[in-house]
């Protein structure tokens, strides 16, 4: 059977079957690792302890970190990580924190697939929702507690509602003021964000229809007020509490800083993204390559030239920015995979041998890559996991072959595609369920959290961290622990004799030594723990120590 063929049969299936099978395969690449991944630094971790710090207070308009405010997103992801902390009662586990995450990672594969459905067929849109639950990047977003899963479901939702209005579906009014609701989750979730797809996808509109007219269907003047109900409300409130400290810090310096240069050294050439996306769109990354002749020749198709609007200003806007993270671009991926699908199923997808050729090398290098790449960490890192080559051999080797097929056969068969499918879920299991939760060296906040001696009539020791100041090991052991220097670590021994702990990185363990030594302390240290700060990139060697007792 072709893939066109068997496209075509899966969009006669109920809608309730494709849609619930699209739920059990997100589900089944998404869950591994979800709850046995530590906390990752940094943006995960300070996400979760500033949800963490607004349930224990009750202050849900503030967003602090420990006793700094955290004015740089808005206050929505917090908002459904402590609902979802609330339920679960499990303030202390991450995965309670990534649950909003996963939901919004799933529904954003859902909304995939209905967009793709509403312009192509509901094969296409199956398709392209499986492309996105696959993607090496939505998978990470779904584990990790931070903004950008459920952000992507908010621009789904809103351009799906723009969309039924623009096809002049039932229920234009509600479809209309559902948008600008959409939009104003979205807005209150990581600012203008979702504003960048929606332009796109309409400037795409106008230039088909020649004509703005069609705006009006979108009830703008009702619409901006339904947009200022969902989202002013916390925006007054926390420029009420913070004396519009919050805009100052996040269009002043948060956003400013992202267009004016990289920020926090993550600042890269124009490129950046289209060198990654053969990676962060894997597998099936290999599709969006085949399928760029098929695009181009199909630029005049209307419902292509949406698509290209909505991912082209979305691309363009992100690599013109200096600041680049490989996520700022997901937005634009739910379009490029209704692409690749859409062109998998066209009769003639065209494309000359030497592209495919092109393609699968692409494609292919970055499969080798990945194969190489957990051997290469394990020796790095001095693990004893498991045997790695095992892995590259079996699993991502068949990868190529099945590519190789898709690629490059005279006639494609729609067993490569189900190949592939079956490949990324034992990449994930593997991967994210059994390799990442066990390189131990890189997770060096749950050692020392769970090395923290008990101290005896201490309800919980008292930390303070000199030379390694990752907030995962706030979020794991408690909002009062200090990050500090040596000397900072040995006042506060001294200002603790009963329940403090220094946990002392070999960096600050002179300055915390001689501070011992000038105010006459004695200390006694209780355990080490070796490993690498990921975040940094230096390895570590922390000792922990305590106030010697008196005899």
Same mark, same amino acid.
């Given at each position: 059977? =072709?893939?066109?063929?068997?496209?075509?049969?899966?969009?006669?299936?109920?809608?309730?079957?494709?849609?619930?099978?699209?739920?059990?395969?997100? $589900?089944?690449?998404? $869950?591994?690792?979800? &709850?046995?991944?530590?906390?990752?630094?940094?943006?995960?971790?300070? *996400?979760?302890?500033?949800?963490?710090?607004?349930?224990? @207070?009750?202050?849900?308009?503030?967003?602090?970190?420990?006793?700094?405010?955290?004015?740089?997103?808005?206050?929505?992801?917090?908002?459904?990580?402590?609902?979802?902390?609330?339920?679960?009662?499990?303030?202390?586990?991450?995965?309670?924190?990534?649950?909003?995450?996963?939901?919004? #990672?799933?529904?954003?594969?859902?909304? =995939?697939?209905?967009?793709?459905?509403?312009? *192509?067929?509901?094969?296409?849109?199956?398709?392209?929702? /499986?492309?996105?639950?696959?993607? /090496?990047?939505?998978?990470?977003?779904?584990? %990790?507690?931070? =903004?950008?899963?459920?952000?992507?479901? #908010?621009?789904?939702?809103?351009?799906?509602?723009?969309?039924?209005?623009?096809?002049?579906?039932?229920?234009?009014? #509600?479809?209309?003021?559902?948008?600008?609701?959409?939009?104003?989750?979205?807005?209150?979730?990581?600012?203008?964000?979702?504003?960048?797809? /929606?332009?796109?996808?309409?400037?795409?509109?106008?230039?088909?229809?020649?004509?703005?007219?069609? $705006?009006?269907?979108?009830?703008?003047?009702?619409?901006?007020?339904?947009?200022?109900? +969902?989202?002013?409300?916390?925006?007054?409130?926390?420029?009420?509490?913070?004396?519009?400290?919050?805009?100052?810090? @996040?269009?002043?310096?948060?956003?400013?800083?992202?267009?004016?240069?990289?920020?926090?050294?993550?600042?890269?050439?124009?490129?950046?993204?289209?060198?990654?996306?053969?990676? =962060? *769109?894997?597998?099936?990354?290999?599709?969006? $390559?085949?399928?760029?002749?098929?695009?181009?020749?199909?630029?005049?198709?209307?419902?292509?030239?949406?698509?290209?609007?909505?991912?082209?200003?979305?691309?363009?806007?992100?690599?013109? &920015?200096? %600041?680049?993270?490989?996520?700022?671009?997901?937005?634009?991926?739910?379009?490029?995979?209704?692409?690749? /699908?859409?062109?998998?199923?066209?009769?003639?997808?065209?494309?000359?041998?030497?592209?495919?050729?092109?393609?699968?090398?692409?494609?292919?290098?970055? %499969?080798?890559?990945?194969?190489?790449?957990?051997?290469?960490? +394990?020796?790095?890192?001095?693990?004893?996991?498991?045997?790695?080559?095992?892995?590259?051999?079996?699993?991502?080797?068949?990868?190529?072959?099945?590519?190789?097929?898709?690629?490059?056969?005279?006639?494609?068969?729609?067993?490569?595609?189900?190949?592939?499918?079956?490949?990324?879920?034992?990449?994930?299991?593997?991967?994210?369920?059994?390799?990442?939760?066990?390189?131990?060296?890189?997770?060096?906040?749950?050692?020392?959290?769970?090395?923290?001696?008990?101290?005896?009539?201490?309800?919980?020791?008292?930390?303070?961290?000199?030379?390694?100041?990752?907030?995962?090991?706030?979020?794991?052991?408690? &909002?009062?622990?200090?990050?500090?220097?040596?000397?900072?670590?040995?006042?506060?021994?001294?200002?603790?004799?009963?329940?403090?702990?220094?946990?002392?990185?070999?960096?600050?363990?002179?300055?915390?030594?001689?501070?011992?030594?000038?105010?006459?302390?004695?200390?006694?240290?209780?355990?080490?723990?070796?490993?690498?700060?990921?975040?940094?990139?230096?390895?570590?060697?922390?000792?922990?120590?305590?106030?010697?007792?008196?005899?």
């Amino acid at each position: 059977m =072709t893939p066109a063929a068997f496209i075509d049969r899966i969009g006669a299936w109920p809608a309730a079957l494709r849609y619930g099978l699209l739920t059990v395969i997100a $589900l089944l690449l998404f $869950l591994p690792g979800f &709850t046995s991944i530590p906390p990752v630094d940094r943006d995960e971790s300070r *996400f979760a302890q500033a949800t963490k710090q607004m349930v224990q @207070s009750g202050d849900y308009v503030d967003i602090r970190m420990q006793d700094a405010p955290r004015h740089k997103k808005p206050a929505g992801i917090y908002w459904l990580q402590a609902v979802s902390v609330h339920v679960t009662g499990a303030v202390d586990a991450i995965w309670a924190y990534r649950i909003p995450s996963l939901i919004g #990672a799933i529904a954003a594969v859902l909304l =995939t697939a209905a967009i793709g459905g509403m312009l *192509f067929h509901p094969g296409v849109g199956f398709g392209a929702g /499986v492309i996105m639950a696959s993607s /090496v990047l939505l998978n990470v977003e779904a584990r %990790t507690a931070k =903004t950008d899963a459920m952000l992507l479901a #908010a621009t789904l939702a809103a351009l799906a509602l723009m969309l039924r209005v623009i096809q002049d579906r039932r229920h234009g009014r #509600a479809n209309a003021w559902g948008f600008w609701a959409a939009l104003g989750f979205g807005f209150l979730i990581k600012g203008p964000i979702p504003f960048l797809p /929606v332009a796109g996808l309409g400037i795409a509109e106008s230039w088909r229809r020649r004509s703005l007219g069609w $705006l009006a269907a979108l009830k703008p003047l009702t619409g901006v007020l339904v947009f200022i109900a +969902v989202a002013a409300p916390w925006f007054i409130a926390i420029t009420i509490v913070s004396d519009g400290g919050f805009f100052a810090e @996040s269009v002043g310096k948060d956003m400013v800083a992202k267009v004016a240069s990289g920020q926090e050294s993550h600042g890269a050439p124009p490129g950046l993204y289209l060198a990654l996306a053969t990676l =962060t *769109f894997w597998p099936f990354s290999l599709l969006g $390559l085949i399928a760029l002749p098929w695009i181009w020749r199909s630029r005049a198709d209307g419902r292509v030239l949406l698509l290209l609007g909505w991912a082209l200003l979305t691309w363009i806007v992100f690599a013109l &920015t200096p %600041t680049k993270l490989a996520h700022y671009v997901l937005p634009a991926y739910p379009a490029l995979a209704i692409l690749a /699908v859409a062109a998998l199923n066209d009769v003639d997808p065209g494309g000359a041998r030497w592209w495919r050729w092109i393609a699968f090398t692409l494609w292919g290098l970055v %499969t080798l890559a990945l194969a190489a790449a957990m051997p290469v960490l +394990v020796i790095g890192l001095g693990q004893h996991l498991f045997d790695p080559w095992w892995f590259s051999g079996v699993i991502l080797l068949p990868a190529i072959f099945a590519g190789a097929r898709l690629a490059l056969a005279r006639r494609a068969a729609a067993w490569q595609l189900v190949a592939i499918l079956l490949c990324a879920g034992i990449f994930s299991g593997i991967v994210f369920g059994r390799f990442l939760p066990g390189l131990t060296p890189v997770f060096v906040s749950p050692r020392i959290a769970e090395f923290l001696p008990e101290r005896p009539g201490c309800e919980r020791p008292f930390l303070a961290s000199a030379g390694f100041s990752e907030p995962s090991l706030v979020f794991l052991t408690e &909002t009062r622990t200090e990050l500090t220097g040596g000397a900072g670590a040995a006042q506060h021994l001294a200002a603790h004799p009963d329940c403090g702990v220094a946990a002392v990185e070999q960096r600050q363990l002179q300055a915390f030594l001689d501070r011992v030594a000038a105010s006459g302390q004695k200390v006694l240290a209780v355990g080490a723990v070796e490993g690498f700060n990921y975040a940094r990139g230096k390895r570590v060697l922390i000792t922990l120590y305590i106030a010697r007792p008196e005899p």
